[in-house]
């Protein structure tokens, strides 16, 4: 120690600094793939300490992929049971993304209780914001112009299909179809995943409970009797107590 100061907290204040560099570079390249982070030690330490760059990397596709390592069963290639790949795909991507749930962000968690109608509206509104940073407003109105004719334009023939899918809150839809509707023996859930699945179960209604009760209620009046009929799971049973 010197003056006072601990080495060890500075090296390891070093170290984080360095992982969070490393993350932060890898967001800024637009191409970035969601497995890139995924292989980051320091990922869920850097969501927990809400580092906003990453945070907001986390669109609703994103959190699409991340719903897949948790509720769907990973294509290994079964000629290379033992390369790093397929232990990436069939343990440690599906158990990361399942952490990174647990951490139960707002700013990720509120898409799971939002309607297409209310996320393109996010999404129109955060385009908006980053075109008038780039000061493009003259090229910006004639595509705005463009936009709103082609709009009107084909408004009365996509009326009835955007009423009947802008209300749909598309990420719950996307989480329980994990559950097949019907039980076969020779196809019975994977229980690892139902893991996954039941503790998402459990964060999303600890986090906001009536929207997962308006959920089922207005949309899915059949998801409890499908929990049923999948409980041979525990942990499936246990989301349900």
């Not at 982070?37 to 669109?59: A, G, P, Q, S, V």
């Not at 996010?122 to 940073?133: A, D, I, P, R």
């Amino acid at each position: 120690m010197i003056d006072g100061i601990d080495e060890n907290n500075e090296i390891n204040v070093e170290n984080m600094n360095q992982h969070t560099g490393t993350i932060n570079k890898l967001l800024s390249d637009t191409n970035t793939k969601l497995e890139s982070l995924l292989r980051e030690e320091d990922i869920l330490y850097e969501i927990e300490c809400h580092n906003e760059k990453l945070i907001k990397y986390f669109d609703i596709d994103k959190i699409k992929q991340l719903l897949d390592y948790i509720i769907k069963e990973p294509e290994i290639d079964e000629k290379n049971l033992d390369s790093n790949e397929n232990k990436e795909k069939g343990y440690k991507f599906p158990f990361i993304s399942s952490q990174i749930f647990e951490i139960k962000t707002q700013e990720i968690f509120k898409y799971f209780f939002m309607t297409n109608k209310e996320i393109k509206e996010e999404e129109n509104k955060e385009k908006t914001n980053e075109t008038n940073k780039d000061n493009n407003k003259a090229e910006n109105n004639k595509n705005m112009d463009k936009e709103s004719q082609n709009m009107n334009e084909n408004k009365e023939g996509e009326k009835a299909e955007a009423d009947s899918s802008d209300n749909r809150i598309e990420l719950l839809d996307y989480l329980f179809a994990f559950l097949p509707k019907e039980y076969k023996e020779e196809k019975k859930l994977n229980y690892v995943l139902c893991g996954y699945f039941s503790s998402l179960i459990r964060n999303l209604l600890e986090v906001n409970p009536m929207g997962i009760i308006n959920y089922v209620y207005n949309t899915r009046k059949d998801l409890f009797n499908l929990m049923i009929t999948h409980s041979y799971r525990k942990s499936i049973l246990d989301a349900l107590s």
